[in-house]
C-alpha cells in the first residue's frame, strides 16, 4: 500500500489550496453587468441610457472603467477612476453627446446618449479594471437599435385570454349563487315538512284518545 512522503503532503495541501483560493478569487471577482436587459429599441431623434454597474466583494482601489462604442473599430466614448467606494469618479468624456450619470457610491458607472440617430446603432462595451485584484477586468456588451416608430403590441391574444377567463369566473360565480339559494330553498321545505311532521303527530295523539287519559282514570261515582 502506497504512502505519502513527507514532500508529498505539503503538495497536495498546496495544490488543495490553489483550488480553494481560485474558486474564493472567481466568486469575489470584479463584474460588470448590464442589469436584466442587454439590449434596448428606441427611436431615433430620443435620448437612452446605456447602464453598467460592477460589483466587487473585496473593494475597489483606483478602479478604472470605460465606454466604447463598436462601429467596425472601437471608439471610446468616455473612461474614469474611482479612487475608492466612498469617492466619486473622475471621469472624461471623450464625445458630445455622452453624459456621464453614474456614482461611486451606488456602484454604478452608467452614461445617456442624447439625441441618438442610425448612427449610433450597435454594441456599447461596458469596461472596468479593479488594481486591488491583481488589476482584474471584466467587460460587457448592451446592444442599441434605432427606429423610425415604436412596433404596437399586439395584444389580441392577451384580451382573449383575460375574455375567457372572466367568462369561466363570471360562471363559477352564478352557479355558487344558484346553488346556495337552491340550499337555502331546500332547507326551509324542510323545516315546513318537520312542522307538518309535529302537527300531524299531535292531531294522531287526540284521535286516540291520548288527551283523555284523566277522565279515564276517575273512579265510578258512588250511588
Request: proline share 3%; glycine share 8%; charged share 20%.
Amino acid at each position: 500500500m502506497a504512502s505519502l512522503d513527507s514532500t508529498g503532503v505539503p503538495g497536495l495541501l498546496f495544490a488543495l489550496l490553489l483550488v480553494f483560493d481560485s474558486d474564493v478569487l472567481h466568486v469575489r471577482g470584479l463584474e460588470v453587468t448590464t442589469g436584466k436587459v442587454s439590449s434596448i429599441e428606441a427611436m431615433n431623434g430620443s435620448t437612452v441610457l446605456l447602464p453598467c454597474t460592477f460589483s466587487s466583494c473585496i473593494g475597489i482601489h483606483q478602479l478604472y472603467f470605460s465606454w466604447h462604442y463598436n462601429n467596425g473599430t472601437m471608439q471610446k466614448l468616455c473612461d474614469g477612476v474611482i479612487p475608492s467606494e466612498v469617492a466619486e469618479p473622475r471621469v472624461k468624456v471623450q464625445h458630445p453627446r455622452i453624459e456621464f450619470v453614474g456614482s461611486s457610491k451606488k456602484h454604478n458607472i452608467s452614461v445617456l446618449l442624447w439625441n441618438i440617430t442610425f448612427e449610433d446603432e450597435g454594441e456599447y462595451t461596458c469596461f472596468a479594471r479593479n488594481p486591488k485584484e491583481k488589476y482584474r477586468n471584466h467587460s460587457t456588451v448592451f446592444t442599441l437599435y434605432v427606429v423610425d416608430q415604436m412596433r404596437e403590441v399586439d395584444n389580441t391574444l392577451t384580451v382573449i385570454i383575460v375574455s375567457v377567463l372572466g367568462g369561466v369566473i363570471g360562471i363559477v360565480i352564478i352557479v355558487m349563487v344558484i346553488k346556495a339559494l337552491v340550499v337555502q330553498f331546500l332547507l326551509k321545505d324542510d323545516e315546513k315538512n318537520k312542522e307538518c311532521l309535529v302537527n300531524a303527530s299531535g292531531n294522531d295523539n287526540t284521535e286516540n284518545g291520548l288527551t283523555g287519559a284523566k277522565a279515564d282514570n276517575k273512579g265510578t261515582p258512588k250511588a
